[in-house]
């Protein structure tokens, strides 16, 4: 098995990944309101519904983008402008957002399998997120040179920064810990806006530049 990303580059994208999943956004507050409504195991069952489906996110957009890198090279870089329009865009959303309040849910019953189906539903239906990972990737991965040990390692990281952020929400609000406090989460927030904002820059110039 083979490796074309370099250690530097897998730390800047798995600092990013972590970044995005300790964003205030509605996800976390689903992933909170069942912790604290039902138990620290349903708030861990929903963030492996949320982290499944970012994992989906991550195969189409990698796949789709390598394919697009190897055999439309106009189609591949017209997505990379979309993508980082996007990031900008989300940046600039997040910057002017105030940070949400109210729970996701309310029910008052709830089994393991219905809240890991709740996070998967909630997260697949949200088709905005590929955009976000078509802007995301080619920041970071030389499409055309990626091999399967990178699939497999971004995947990896993927599982760990996802899944690992929101299984610390699901345990924060069981807990009632600091990672809830208001002015946490508007650093977070205002951090992952600023980070979004460099990302989609960065990328629309470089594709720019290469494509002279």
Do not use: C, N
């Not at 995005?20 to 195991?41: D, E, Y």
């Not at 963030?47 to 439309?72: E, M, N, P, Q, R």
């Not at 997260?123 to 399967?148: R, W």
């Not at 699939?151 to 345990?171: D, E």
Request: no cysteine.
């Amino acid at each position: 098995m083979t490796f074309q990303l370099t250690f530097d580059i897998w730390l800047a994208m798995g600092a990013v990944l972590l970044i995005m999943a300790l964003m205030p956004s509605l996800s976390v507050l689903l992933v909170t309101s069942r912790s604290s409504l039902f138990g620290m195991r349903h708030g861990l069952a929903t963030a492996a519904g949320i982290v499944s489906a970012d994992l989906l996110f991550t195969l189409v957009a990698l796949f789709g983008l390598k394919w697009l890198a190897d055999h439309f090279e106009l189609g591949f870089r017209l997505l990379t402008y979309l993508g980082g329009g996007y990031l900008i865009w989300l940046g600039v959303q997040l910057l002017r957002r105030p940070p949400e309040q109210k729970p996701v849910t309310q029910t008052t019953h709830a089994t393991l399998t219905a809240s890991f189906g709740l996070g998967l539903l909630f997260t697949l239906g949200d088709q905005k997120a590929i955009l976000f990972y078509f802007g995301f990737f080619p920041a970071f991965v030389p499409m055309e040179q990626l091999e399967t040990g990178d699939i497999l390692l971004i995947l990896f990281l993927t599982l760990v920064t996802v899944g690992g952020a929101k299984a610390l929400y699901a345990v924060s609000a069981a807990r009632a810990t600091i990672l809830l406090r208001p002015r946490r989460q508007d650093l977070i927030r205002r951090t992952a806006a600023s980070v979004f904002l460099l990302i989609g820059v960065y990328l629309i110039i470089a594709t720019t530049l290469e494509w002279r």
